[in-house]
Protein backbone atom coordinates (compact mmCIF):
# COMPACT_ATOMS: atom_id res chain seq x y z
CA UNK A 1 0.00 0.00 0.00
CA UNK A 2 1.13 3.56 -1.06
CA UNK A 3 2.06 5.76 2.20
CA UNK A 4 -0.45 8.06 3.20
CA UNK A 5 0.24 11.65 2.66
CA UNK A 6 0.98 13.48 5.99
CA UNK A 7 -1.98 15.84 7.21
CA UNK A 8 -1.40 19.74 7.12
CA UNK A 9 -1.40 19.20 11.50
CA UNK A 10 1.39 16.56 10.90
CA UNK A 11 3.46 19.31 8.81
CA UNK A 12 3.09 21.75 11.79
CA UNK A 13 3.90 19.32 14.18
CA UNK A 14 7.20 18.39 12.06
CA UNK A 15 7.88 21.57 12.39
CA UNK A 16 7.30 22.23 15.70
CA UNK A 17 10.07 19.69 16.62
CA UNK A 18 12.44 21.22 14.09
CA UNK A 19 12.34 20.13 10.94
CA UNK A 20 12.63 22.83 8.18
CA UNK A 21 10.40 22.59 5.04
CA UNK A 22 12.58 21.65 1.90
CA UNK A 23 13.88 25.03 0.51
CA UNK A 24 12.54 26.84 -2.86
CA UNK A 25 15.21 27.40 -5.93
CA UNK A 26 14.80 30.86 -5.40
CA UNK A 27 15.87 30.58 -1.57
CA UNK A 28 18.85 28.18 -2.93
CA UNK A 29 19.86 30.87 -5.45
CA UNK A 30 19.53 33.75 -3.37
CA UNK A 31 21.56 31.64 -0.03
CA UNK A 32 25.22 33.19 0.25
CA UNK A 33 27.37 30.32 -0.91
CA UNK A 34 31.05 29.84 0.87
CA UNK A 35 34.29 29.68 -1.25
CA UNK A 36 37.55 28.82 0.14
CA UNK A 37 40.77 31.14 -0.74
CA UNK A 38 41.93 28.22 -2.84
CA UNK A 39 38.69 27.99 -4.58
CA UNK A 40 39.59 31.88 -5.56
CA UNK A 41 43.02 31.31 -6.45
CA UNK A 42 42.19 28.20 -8.97
CA UNK A 43 39.46 29.99 -10.64
CA UNK A 44 41.57 33.87 -11.42
CA UNK A 45 44.36 30.97 -12.45
CA UNK A 46 41.77 29.32 -15.23
CA UNK A 47 40.23 33.33 -16.06
CA UNK A 48 44.22 34.43 -16.72
CA UNK A 49 45.09 31.46 -18.88
CA UNK A 50 42.32 31.80 -20.72
CA UNK A 51 43.00 35.30 -21.48
CA UNK A 52 46.65 34.81 -22.02
CA UNK A 53 46.06 32.10 -24.60
CA UNK A 54 43.69 34.07 -26.40
CA UNK A 55 45.95 37.23 -26.42
CA UNK A 56 48.59 34.93 -27.40
CA UNK A 57 46.84 33.22 -30.73
CA UNK A 58 45.63 36.38 -31.82
CA UNK A 59 49.01 38.32 -31.93
CA UNK A 60 50.85 35.53 -33.41
CA UNK A 61 48.30 34.81 -36.21
CA UNK A 62 49.66 36.41 -39.58
CA UNK A 63 48.09 39.66 -40.87
CA UNK A 64 46.22 37.85 -43.51
CA UNK A 65 44.60 35.65 -40.90
CA UNK A 66 42.76 38.40 -39.60
CA UNK A 67 39.99 38.53 -40.30
CA UNK A 68 36.24 39.54 -39.24
CA UNK A 69 34.82 37.82 -35.77
CA UNK A 70 32.58 34.95 -37.11
CA UNK A 71 34.36 34.65 -40.70
CA UNK A 72 37.16 33.56 -40.19
CA UNK A 73 38.60 29.70 -42.09
CA UNK A 74 38.41 27.43 -39.50
CA UNK A 75 41.71 26.22 -38.13
CA UNK A 76 41.90 22.66 -39.37
CA UNK A 77 41.81 24.83 -43.31
CA UNK A 78 44.46 27.17 -41.80
CA UNK A 79 46.59 25.10 -40.62
CA UNK A 80 47.31 23.49 -44.08
CA UNK A 81 47.96 27.07 -45.37
CA UNK A 82 51.81 27.81 -46.04
CA UNK A 83 52.66 30.06 -48.58
CA UNK A 84 55.89 30.42 -50.04
CA UNK A 85 58.19 33.69 -49.33
CA UNK A 86 58.91 34.37 -53.19
CA UNK A 87 54.97 35.15 -53.64
CA UNK A 88 55.30 38.14 -51.32
CA UNK A 89 56.73 40.47 -54.59
CA UNK A 90 53.44 38.92 -56.34
CA UNK A 91 51.52 41.66 -57.53
CA UNK A 92 50.00 41.46 -60.82
CA UNK A 93 47.27 38.87 -62.08
CA UNK A 94 47.03 37.84 -65.11
CA UNK A 95 43.98 35.64 -65.66
CA UNK A 96 43.60 33.17 -68.52
CA UNK A 97 39.13 32.46 -69.01
CA UNK A 98 38.14 29.35 -69.75
CA UNK A 99 35.78 28.27 -72.43
CA UNK A 100 36.33 24.24 -72.89
CA UNK A 101 37.79 21.65 -70.73
CA UNK A 102 40.65 19.70 -72.52
CA UNK A 103 40.13 16.12 -71.57
CA UNK A 104 43.14 15.00 -73.81
CA UNK A 105 46.47 13.10 -72.45
CA UNK A 106 48.82 13.54 -75.53
CA UNK A 107 49.80 17.17 -75.85
CA UNK A 108 50.60 16.75 -79.32
CA UNK A 109 47.01 16.41 -80.39
CA UNK A 110 45.94 19.80 -78.55
CA UNK A 111 44.03 21.10 -81.24
CA UNK A 112 42.19 18.38 -82.14
CA UNK A 113 38.13 18.96 -81.51
CA UNK A 114 38.12 15.48 -80.55
CA UNK A 115 40.41 15.76 -77.45
CA UNK A 116 38.27 18.56 -76.22
CA UNK A 117 34.36 18.58 -74.23
CA UNK A 118 32.75 21.31 -76.51
CA UNK A 119 29.38 23.34 -76.89
CA UNK A 120 27.87 22.19 -80.92
CA UNK A 121 28.70 26.07 -81.85
CA UNK A 122 32.42 25.58 -80.58
CA UNK A 123 33.42 22.82 -82.94
CA UNK A 124 35.41 23.90 -86.29
CA UNK A 125 36.64 26.96 -87.10
CA UNK A 126 39.75 27.03 -85.00
CA UNK A 127 38.12 27.78 -81.55
CA UNK A 128 40.37 25.08 -79.89
CA UNK A 129 43.60 26.93 -81.52
CA UNK A 130 42.34 29.98 -79.70
CA UNK A 131 42.19 28.36 -76.50
CA UNK A 132 45.43 26.63 -76.67
CA UNK A 133 46.64 30.54 -77.88
CA UNK A 134 45.30 32.13 -74.90
CA UNK A 135 46.99 29.35 -72.52
CA UNK A 136 50.20 29.79 -74.08
CA UNK A 137 50.29 34.09 -73.94
CA UNK A 138 49.10 34.04 -70.64
CA UNK A 139 52.40 31.56 -69.61
CA UNK A 140 54.34 33.87 -71.72
CA UNK A 141 53.77 37.21 -70.33
CA UNK A 142 53.82 35.29 -66.58
CA UNK A 143 57.50 34.06 -67.92
CA UNK A 144 58.42 37.83 -68.55
CA UNK A 145 57.22 38.95 -65.52
CA UNK A 146 58.83 37.43 -62.43
CA UNK A 147 55.83 39.24 -59.96
CA UNK A 148 52.93 37.70 -61.95
CA UNK A 149 50.92 35.34 -60.93
CA UNK A 150 48.84 33.02 -64.10
CA UNK A 151 45.03 32.20 -62.75
CA UNK A 152 42.88 29.71 -65.24
CA UNK A 153 39.68 30.39 -64.69
CA UNK A 154 36.66 28.22 -65.21
CA UNK A 155 34.15 25.77 -63.04
CA UNK A 156 33.08 22.23 -63.60
CA UNK A 157 30.70 23.40 -66.19
CA UNK A 158 30.27 20.28 -68.17
CA UNK A 159 27.78 17.25 -67.39
CA UNK A 160 30.06 14.52 -68.56
CA UNK A 161 33.21 15.74 -67.14
CA UNK A 162 34.71 16.24 -63.46
CA UNK A 163 37.35 18.38 -64.82
CA UNK A 164 36.82 21.88 -64.28
CA UNK A 165 37.66 23.92 -67.62
CA UNK A 166 40.64 26.08 -65.62
CA UNK A 167 41.97 22.24 -64.72
CA UNK A 168 42.18 21.26 -67.95
CA UNK A 169 44.14 24.29 -69.29
CA UNK A 170 46.38 23.82 -66.11
CA UNK A 171 46.63 20.03 -66.98
CA UNK A 172 47.62 21.31 -70.73
CA UNK A 173 49.74 23.92 -69.82
CA UNK A 174 51.52 21.27 -67.93
CA UNK A 175 51.92 19.13 -70.17
CA UNK A 176 53.26 21.21 -72.79
CA UNK A 177 56.05 22.66 -70.26
CA UNK A 178 54.64 26.04 -70.31
CA UNK A 179 53.72 27.48 -66.47
CA UNK A 180 55.98 29.52 -64.52
CA UNK A 181 57.74 29.21 -61.61
CA UNK A 182 58.76 30.76 -59.14
CA UNK A 183 62.61 31.23 -58.57
CA UNK A 184 64.49 30.49 -55.19
CA UNK A 185 68.02 31.02 -54.78
CA UNK A 186 68.92 30.75 -58.48
CA UNK A 187 66.79 27.78 -59.12
CA UNK A 188 63.73 26.33 -60.46
CA UNK A 189 61.33 25.22 -57.78
CA UNK A 190 58.52 22.73 -59.13
CA UNK A 191 56.42 22.72 -55.97
CA UNK A 192 55.95 26.95 -55.72
CA UNK A 193 54.32 27.24 -59.53
CA UNK A 194 53.55 30.85 -60.06
CA UNK A 195 50.36 29.31 -61.87
CA UNK A 196 46.76 28.44 -60.19
CA UNK A 197 43.56 27.62 -61.08
CA UNK A 198 40.24 29.46 -59.96
CA UNK A 199 37.21 26.13 -60.13
CA UNK A 200 33.81 28.26 -59.32
CA UNK A 201 33.62 30.88 -62.60
CA UNK A 202 30.35 29.89 -64.26
CA UNK A 203 30.86 33.18 -66.45
CA UNK A 204 32.99 35.98 -67.27
CA UNK A 205 31.82 38.49 -64.37
CA UNK A 206 32.57 35.63 -62.42
CA UNK A 207 35.98 34.90 -63.98
CA UNK A 208 37.55 38.30 -63.17
CA UNK A 209 35.93 38.60 -59.69
CA UNK A 210 36.88 35.46 -58.60
CA UNK A 211 40.35 34.94 -60.01
CA UNK A 212 40.86 38.26 -57.89
CA UNK A 213 39.89 36.68 -54.81
CA UNK A 214 41.79 33.52 -55.96
CA UNK A 215 44.62 35.66 -55.95
CA UNK A 216 43.89 36.93 -52.71
CA UNK A 217 43.53 32.81 -51.47
CA UNK A 218 47.02 32.10 -52.98
CA UNK A 219 49.30 34.93 -52.46
CA UNK A 220 47.57 36.28 -49.14
CA UNK A 221 47.47 40.31 -51.00
CA UNK A 222 45.50 41.41 -53.70
CA UNK A 223 46.49 42.28 -57.40
CA UNK A 224 47.54 46.03 -58.15
CA UNK A 225 47.05 45.61 -61.51
CA UNK A 226 45.35 43.11 -63.64
CA UNK A 227 45.72 41.69 -67.66
CA UNK A 228 42.79 39.49 -68.95
CA UNK A 229 43.84 37.39 -72.11
CA UNK A 230 40.87 36.08 -73.50
CA UNK A 231 38.80 36.56 -77.32
CA UNK A 232 39.39 39.87 -78.74
CA UNK A 233 35.51 39.90 -80.02
CA UNK A 234 34.80 40.20 -75.79
CA UNK A 235 37.34 43.16 -75.24
CA UNK A 236 34.71 45.49 -74.55
CA UNK A 237 32.39 43.03 -71.87
CA UNK A 238 35.60 42.94 -70.03
CA UNK A 239 36.82 46.49 -70.21
CA UNK A 240 33.79 48.70 -70.33
CA UNK A 241 31.55 46.55 -68.40
CA UNK A 242 32.90 43.78 -65.79
CA UNK A 243 36.08 46.10 -64.93
CA UNK A 244 33.47 49.03 -63.86
CA UNK A 245 31.11 47.19 -62.03
CA UNK A 246 34.14 46.17 -59.88
CA UNK A 247 35.54 49.50 -60.23
CA UNK A 248 39.04 48.54 -61.34
CA UNK A 249 41.26 51.49 -62.10
CA UNK A 250 41.44 51.59 -66.14
CA UNK A 251 44.96 52.27 -65.93
CA UNK A 252 45.65 49.30 -64.12
CA UNK A 253 43.82 47.13 -66.27
CA UNK A 254 44.42 45.60 -69.70
CA UNK A 255 43.13 43.01 -71.83
CA UNK A 256 45.09 41.12 -74.83
CA UNK A 257 42.71 39.84 -76.95
CA UNK A 258 43.30 36.73 -79.48
CA UNK A 259 40.19 35.44 -81.97
CA UNK A 260 40.23 32.16 -83.41
CA UNK A 261 40.40 32.33 -87.57
CA UNK A 262 37.82 32.41 -90.36
CA UNK A 263 33.89 32.58 -90.95
CA UNK A 264 33.12 31.76 -87.45
CA UNK A 265 34.40 34.67 -86.32
CA UNK A 266 31.52 36.78 -87.77
CA UNK A 267 29.50 34.66 -86.07
CA UNK A 268 31.24 34.18 -82.98
CA UNK A 269 31.08 38.37 -82.95
CA UNK A 270 27.65 38.87 -82.73
CA UNK A 271 26.54 35.92 -80.85
CA UNK A 272 29.13 38.06 -78.17
CA UNK A 273 26.44 41.01 -79.11
CA UNK A 274 23.20 39.38 -78.31
CA UNK A 275 24.82 36.45 -75.80
CA UNK A 276 27.18 38.91 -73.89
CA UNK A 277 27.39 42.43 -74.55
CA UNK A 278 24.06 43.40 -74.49
CA UNK A 279 22.40 41.16 -71.45
CA UNK A 280 25.37 42.40 -69.41
CA UNK A 281 24.21 46.13 -70.15
CA UNK A 282 20.99 45.87 -68.30
CA UNK A 283 22.75 43.35 -65.72
CA UNK A 284 25.85 44.49 -64.59
CA UNK A 285 26.12 41.97 -62.28
CA UNK A 286 24.78 38.96 -63.93
CA UNK A 287 22.16 37.42 -61.20
CA UNK A 288 19.22 38.15 -62.71
CA UNK A 289 16.97 36.25 -65.59
CA UNK A 290 18.63 35.16 -68.33
CA UNK A 291 22.31 35.40 -67.29
CA UNK A 292 21.65 33.99 -63.60
CA UNK A 293 19.74 31.08 -65.76
CA UNK A 294 22.50 30.22 -67.40
CA UNK A 295 25.03 30.27 -64.32
CA UNK A 296 22.75 27.77 -63.05
CA UNK A 297 22.87 25.72 -65.85
CA UNK A 298 26.69 25.99 -65.59
CA UNK A 299 26.60 24.40 -62.05
CA UNK A 300 25.79 20.67 -62.50
CA UNK A 301 27.57 19.47 -60.02
CA UNK A 302 26.38 22.54 -57.61
CA UNK A 303 29.83 23.53 -56.58
CA UNK A 304 30.27 27.09 -54.52
CA UNK A 305 33.53 28.81 -53.45
CA UNK A 306 35.74 29.46 -50.58
CA UNK A 307 35.85 33.30 -50.54
CA UNK A 308 33.18 34.66 -48.19
CA UNK A 309 36.20 32.95 -45.95
CA UNK A 310 39.20 33.58 -47.25
CA UNK A 311 37.89 36.83 -48.44
CA UNK A 312 35.48 38.19 -46.17
CA UNK A 313 36.12 41.82 -46.99
CA UNK A 314 34.58 41.03 -50.90
CA UNK A 315 31.53 39.59 -49.17
CA UNK A 316 29.36 42.17 -49.88
CA UNK A 317 30.54 42.31 -53.45
CA UNK A 318 29.89 38.88 -54.12
CA UNK A 319 26.62 39.05 -52.44
CA UNK A 320 25.51 42.06 -54.48
CA UNK A 321 22.52 41.91 -56.85
CA UNK A 322 21.31 45.07 -57.05
CA UNK A 323 17.54 45.57 -57.74
CA UNK A 324 15.05 48.08 -57.64
CA UNK A 325 15.94 49.54 -54.05
CA UNK A 326 19.57 49.82 -54.97
CA UNK A 327 18.37 51.46 -58.07
CA UNK A 328 18.06 48.99 -60.91
CA UNK A 329 19.85 46.17 -62.18
CA UNK A 330 22.68 48.47 -63.09
CA UNK A 331 23.88 50.09 -59.95
CA UNK A 332 27.54 49.87 -59.19
CA UNK A 333 28.70 48.45 -56.24
CA UNK A 334 29.47 51.84 -53.58
CA UNK A 335 31.11 50.64 -50.48
CA UNK A 336 34.60 50.38 -50.22
CA UNK A 337 36.93 48.30 -52.26
CA UNK A 338 40.51 46.45 -51.20
CA UNK A 339 41.90 48.15 -53.97
CA UNK A 340 40.56 51.19 -53.70
CA UNK A 341 43.79 52.63 -51.65
CA UNK A 342 46.42 50.56 -53.90
Known amino acids: MLPLPISSSRKRQLSRHGLRHPRSTKDVLLTRARVTNLGLVLLSSVTVLSLL ?11 YLQLPPGRSPPSDILSTIQRHDALSTIDHLIMVPGHAVWKGTDVTRRLD ?12 GGRVAAFYQHIAAGAELARQDAHALLVFSGGQTRPIS ?17 TPSLSVSGSRSHTALRATTEDY ?11 IARFHEYTGRYPSHITVIGYEFKRRRFTELHRAALRWPRERFHYIGIDAEGEELIKAQEGERLNGYLPYTVDTYGCHDMLLSKRRSRNPFIRFHSYHSSSPELAPLLNWCPGLLEGGQTAIYGDPL ?3 AL
Open 113 to 124: DEEWILEPYQRG
Open 201 to 211: ALDSFQNLLYS
Open 53 to 63: FNLSYHFSSPD
Open 338 to 340: PWD
Open 162 to 178: TSTEAQSYMRLALAADL
